[in-house]
């Protein structure tokens, strides 16, 4: 079990299977958010929080959504603006205890250019 939470507590994640690995992304936001994501179908996420303490970033291609804690700060996850069942959605997990994530695979995408896989 994978549970992560925002600093002020009031965004909230746990997902019950580890990641196949974990997605530092050099795009233009994701750089600048530092997010370390877990890729996963929206029915693996349970995710907890009030709808008004985020705040959702669209850019780009409009496909998926950055959410943040309104009074923390925090990136905590993206939603696919895809809003099938099971759609793929992110966790950033530096929202976990360190503790808890040590291990896991850490791949680098190139969100920046070539959209693929660096390693
Ligand atoms: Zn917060």
Redesign the pocket.
């Known amino acids: 079990m994978f549970d992560g939470?925002?600093?002020?507590?009031?965004?909230r994640f746990s997902v019950s299977e580890a990641p196949q690995w974990l997605t530092r992304c050099n795009c233009s936001s994701c750089r600048r958010r530092g997010g370390l994501w877990a890729h996963f179908g929206s029915d693996k996420i349970s995710l907890t929080f009030e709808p008004d303490?985020v705040i959702r970033y669209i850019w780009g291609d409009k496909t998926l959504a950055n959410v943040?804690?309104?009074?923390?700060?925090?990136t905590?996850h993206w939603e696919n603006l895809d809003t099938t069942p099971g759609a793929r959605m992110g966790l950033n997990f530096n929202m976990c205890e360190p503790k808890a994530i040590e291990g896991l695979r850490i791949r680098h995408f190139d969100g920046a250019d070539t959209w693929e896989y660096l390693d």
Do not use: L, S
């Not at 804690?69 to 925090?74: A, D, I, M, N, V």
């Open positions: 939470t925002c600093h002020c507590g009031a965004v303490v943040f804690c309104k009074t923390c700060g925090c905590t």
